[in-house]
């Protein structure tokens, strides 16, 4: 199986990183490659429309590059980001804007067929349902590009520490396994 974890957050010893530390090894035995969103070289979609001729994806020339080839072959795609102001982070957005190439001009998907879609958004408020309208949005962007699609809110992620995400692993763990 082709894993993609996409991380998004700037913290490399905060929760979302934690998740992705511990994804990239449950994973170890499939092909799984991590990136670090922040720590790459990219820009929002320039809205060129160039990537709606046919199968070509995005025309920018920048580090999204390296990530392109590996999404076309995923099966799985796991992103993780911290809530920011009820949203995913600046960094994720810009990402997402970029899938904009990932279907053509009469919407056919350009991700392969069964691949699906794991979110996991890590915030500091202790209720879910604070993070559920960010899931609902990104449920209909990402359904969009035919990926199937699972969300998980993990509430009171404190910047101190990563003990909420540590308490919450195995039960993501439980919804991620029985997702895929
Ligand atoms: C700029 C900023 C905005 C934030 N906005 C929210 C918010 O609206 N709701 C919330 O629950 N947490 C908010 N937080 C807290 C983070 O979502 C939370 O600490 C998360 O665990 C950060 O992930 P990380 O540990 O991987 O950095 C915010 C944090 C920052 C830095």
Redo the contacts with the bound molecule.
Sequence with gaps: MNVVIINS?P?EQ????FFSKQLQEKYKDDDVTVFNLYRMDYKGCMACYACKNGDALCFVKDEMQEIYPKLVKADLIIMIS?????FVNGTAKEFLDRLFCMTDSVNRSKFKENAKFFFIL????GNRS?GEPVVQWLKSVIEHTNLKFYGYVVPG???ETTDMAKLKYDDLKMSLNMFV
């Design positions: 957050s913290r905060g929760n979302c990183s911290p809530n920011y102001y009820k890590c915030q500091g408020a604070h992620c404190l910047k």
